[in-house]
């Protein structure tokens, strides 16, 4: 079973502001980079300029590319994760 993965909310009780993460030039690379971050429980907003909301309804996916968001208290963290090196067994 998934888990949800929800937005965080700062002490005010508003959504954490969102930062750029990334601009994703292809939708397999967004969508490998949003499951990663997701496996660690990161939330991710994905934002494709001047394609419409039909191009990802018909198409399944951002066509042209999309800027990829995380909340800001977790910019670091998801930086991290896109940094680690994988360590293969010997």
């Known amino acids: 079973m998934k888990k949800d993965i929800v937005w965080p909310v700062g002490d005010d009780g508003q959504k954490v502001k969102g930062a750029v993460l990334m601009y994703a030039k292809n939708p397999v690379e967004l969508d ?3 499951n ?3 496996a660690y429980g990161v939330p991710t907003v994905s934002n494709a300029p001047n394609q419409g909301f039909f191009s990802e309804v018909i198409f399944g996916s951002d066509l ?3 800027t ?3 909340p800001e208290t977790r910019l670091e963290e998801a930086r991290g994760l896109l940094e680690a090196q994988i360590e293969e067994e010997p």
Request: proline share 0%.
């Open 68 to 70: 990829l968001y995380v």
């Open 32 to 34: 490998v980079t949003k």
């Open 36 to 38: 990663l971050l997701h």
């Open 64 to 66: 042209l590319g999309a």
